[in-house]
């Protein structure tokens, strides 16, 4: 099966809001625990990853970053 960008999207936003329904593409699936649904985001997001349709440096739970740098006069 081939999986898309907007499954593992749904399956992040459900981890992060504590829900086990997960919502996409006008379906829906219901797990029975959080290490189900944590068990599909790694199965969908490592299939993602081996495709190329994902890599490491372009997800990530960081927002943007900046440096600050400060000297003594």
Do not use: H
């Amino acid at each position: 099966m081939a999986f898309t960008l907007s499954q593992l999207e749904a399956l992040e936003q459900a981890i992060a809001s504590g829900e086990l329904s997960v919502k996409y593409d006008g379906k829906e699936v219901t797990y029975r625990s959080m290490d189900d649904l944590t068990k599909a985001y790694n199965m969908v997001r490592g299939s993602l990853l081996a495709t190329g349709q994902l890599t490491e440096s372009s997800r990530t739970n960081r927002g943007p970053s900046s440096l600050a740098y400060f000297t003594r006069d």
